[in-house]
């Protein structure tokens, strides 16, 4: 699951780390309201930004045509036209895709003077099985960039997860970014914060981009962090009730909902070969072996090691609404699970939906060869594959035969 700026930035705010004071706003008035009480406060400039599960906000465009999700703003009615541009509108970064995303809130926030950037960064290193802390003077612009040309730019500091992140190593942080003087100790504290956001929070990424030095009105320095992107880990989820509650629907994929309803493990792909597995392993097998002889798969789907009949019908009505699927291939190890209740629930779930398109089925394990019967004596043009790499190949040559069909 990830969170949005705003939401990320009050978790951070929890543990310490310093963020701009600011207000999440849904309509253009109370856009306007948020910045008129900012600009009482003292702050001299107000940014407007676009809430969306991706970065590269500041440098997108609107599907109207105005450019820019983050926009620094001198008035309140200045700030309220700013909202006004951006709510209710599509924007389109570098990581939302063409499709891009709407806009349903803005974060108003006291916009600082801002003298440096920098970057850094909580994850997982998964070839160390440890967490790292990254960090760069190069805050603001795309990582994977940086790490591609100037991967020197990069520091990286390895934690044990026994011992936690140890101030020691905030401060070696803050002296490779070139901080001198108080902010060694300022830098190590909002590492040491975030590290413990990270940890407390059973993230998988939590990443400030940019950390600003920023220059008060007496041009006394200090560092802020101007935006945040946080994912969570969620297995760990249920650990987490306030978290959980920040879920974003509008921001995941509506199948996927649908998915998570029937406790399916959906993930929606981009090619014609549906799949409906049992066991996640399997499911990528399944994968790996259609594209092994030449398919695509449409999604990754785990309907679980004891699937119901609803399960199955529900799987199948989820598949079949991506109209990219040209075929079905049904993949079930029936370990747990009886192969004849599998096939009962295929063949009612294929009644039901009126399936039209080619279902290729591997049934294999316990009571396999009575599954096979009833789905031979369904009466419906279902094809068996005998084994995992025929299934996939028969799958393969059924859609590449729909597809001849259609050009036709
Ligand atoms: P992103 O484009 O989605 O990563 O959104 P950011 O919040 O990182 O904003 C992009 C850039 O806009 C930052 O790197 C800053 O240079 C600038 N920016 C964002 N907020 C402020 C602010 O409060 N003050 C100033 N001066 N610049 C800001
Ligand atoms: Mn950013």
Request: glycine share 12%.
């Amino acid at each position: 699951m990830n969170l949005q700026e705003y939401q990320a930035k009050q978790l951070l705010a929890q543990y310490g780390v310093p963020v701009p004071a600011g207000e999440v706003c849904a309509t253009p008035a109370a856009a306007k309201d948020a910045a008129g009480k900012l600009f009482s406060g003292g702050h001299a400039r107000v940014v407007i930004k676009a809430q969306i599960h991706a970065g590269g906000r500041g440098k997108g465009t609107f599907k109207s045509g105005f450019q820019g999700g983050v926009k620094i703003c001198r008035t309140a009615d200045e700030a309220m036209k700013m909202a006004a541009a951006m709510l209710g509108q599509v924007l389109v970064t570098k990581q939302t895709g063409p499709e891009g995303r709407l806009v349903g809130k803005v974060l108003v926030a006291g916009a600082p003077n801002i003298k440096k950037e920098f970057y850094c960064a909580v994850l997982l290193d998964r070839a160390l099985s440890r967490p790292v802390f990254m960090a760069s003077t190069e805050g603001g612009m795309d990582i994977e960039q940086v790490a591609c040309d100037q991967p020197e730019k990069i520091v990286k500091e390895s934690i044990n997860p026994a011992a936690g992140f140890l101030p020691f190593q905030g401060r070696k942080l803050a002296v490779a970014l070139g901080l001198k003087g108080d902010l060694i100790a300022s830098a190590a504290r909002i590492f040491g914060g975030l590290y413990k956001t990270w940890w407390e929070c059973d993230a998988s990424l939590v990443e400030i981009n940019p950390l600003c030095l920023i220059a008060g009105p007496e041009g006394q320095e200090s560092l802020l962090a101007i935006d945040a992107k946080m994912s969570l880990d969620d297995n760990a989820l249920y650990r987490h009730p306030n978290i959980l509650a920040m879920r974003d629907l509008a921001e995941e994929a509506p199948l996927e909902i649908e998915a998570g309803k029937f406790n399916l493990n959906y993930i929606k792909l981009d090619g014609s070969i549906a799949c409906l597995v049992n066991g996640a392993g399997l499911a990528m097998a399944t994968m790996d072996i259609i594209q092994h002889f030449g398919g695509k798969p449409a999604n990754f789907l785990d309907v679980g090691g004891g699937a119901s009949q609803e399960q199955v019908t529900a799987a199948f009505r989820i598949i079949l609404s991506d109209p990219n699927v040209k075929g079905i291939l049904v993949n079930i190890f029936g370990g747990i699970m009886q192969c004849d209740i599998i096939a009962a629930g295929i063949v009612a779930a294929a009644k039901e939906s009126r399936l039209g398109l080619p279902l290729i089925v591997r049934l294999e394990g316990n009571n396999a060869p009575l599954g096979r019967e009833i789905l031979r004596g369904s009466g419906l043009a279902i094809i068996s594959g005998d084994s995992m790499a025929d299934a996939a190949q028969k799958a393969v040559r059924a859609v590449e035969c729909a597809g001849a069909e259609e050009r036709v």
